[in-house]
């Protein structure tokens, strides 16, 4: 028997178990974490439990966001018959490492649905469901539609071609965006759905400081080894300049003013009385 007469009738037989096996009840994100043993935050519960549409997770480094993106992605799957969870960052290692989680909790829970197709960057199950991890680049990941849950790590370091790209994925299928980072100054998409994006986006912010896993002595040996910018940023969840920028913000802000005549107005004229 050739490999390939193998990998079918493994597909068919897999496939043909899901229709046979009286389907579980569905479990809720919440239950699936506890019965992966996961002592959840509060905060991680509060995403875990919402059904917006697009989420904002502003977290500290190491506050537990890829936990929440991997329940968010696998529970999709499971739950879902021919659901497509796509996994987005700025390159294949980090899109990699999310989808690796998310295969240690499948793999944790026994294998729920049986899958058809298992790789490092793809699972396909025999309800008809697939993740996928992509690799940062808008030229490379195209092709995809109705896709019904993206999963955007790293997304403060995503381009904002790279966003307009897989954007229109969710269109058709009225697909859910979950977008987790911690800032990378005030500049790019991230930065605007954050300050701009209004009711469109549900957001949590979690600091260094609400999560009970960061030691305060740790804290204050980072602030003591970082640039003040790289300690708001990672662990403060806060938006600060670039490093490159000439001009703060704030003093760029103060000089604009309603009341100066422009030198060179729009249109040539002048209208100075």
Request: proline residues 6%; charged residues 25%; negative net charge.
């Amino acid at each position: 028997m050739t490999s390939a007469t193998l990998a079918r009738l493994e597909h068919d037989i897999a496939a043909l178990a899901s229709r046979v096996t009286s389907p579980a009840a569905p479990m809720t994100r919440e239950a699936m974490a506890e019965r992966l043993g996961l002592d959840l935050d509060a905060w991680q519960r509060d995403a875990l439990r919402s059904d917006a549409r697009q989420l904002l997770l502003n977290v500290t480094r190491q506050g537990g966001k890829s936990t929440v993106a991997a329940l968010l992605g696998l529970h999709e799957a499971l739950t879902k018959p021919n659901a497509l969870v796509l996994a987005v960052s700025p390159g294949e290692r980090q899109s990699k490492l999310l989808f690796r989680k998310l295969m240690g909790y499948y793999r944790a829970l026994g294998k729920p649905v049986p899958s058809t197709v298992e790789n490092k960057l793809s699972l396909e199950l025999a309800n008809g469901a697939e993740v996928h991890a992509l690799p940062g680049q808008e030229d490379t990941i195209r092709g995809f539609s109705a896709v019904t849950l993206l999963l955007v790590d790293e997304a403060s370091r995503v381009a904002d071609d790279l966003i307009a790209a897989v954007r229109p994925m969710l269109a058709v299928s009225a697909g859910r965006l979950a977008t987790m980072s911690t800032p990378f100054g005030k500049r790019g998409w991230w930065w605007e759905a954050w300050d701009a994006g209004g009711t469109d986006w549900t957001r949590f912010e979690i600091s260094a400081t609400k999560c009970p896993r960061i030691s305060p002595e740790f804290l204050a040996e980072e602030r003591r080894a970082l640039p003040p910018m790289f300690f708001a940023s990672e662990y403060e969840c806060q938006f600060v300049d670039p490093v490159d920028a000439f001009f703060r913000s704030e003093d760029i802000q103060a000089a604009i003013s309603d009341t100066v005549v422009p030198l060179f107005p729009v249109g040539g004229r002048n209208h100075v009385a």
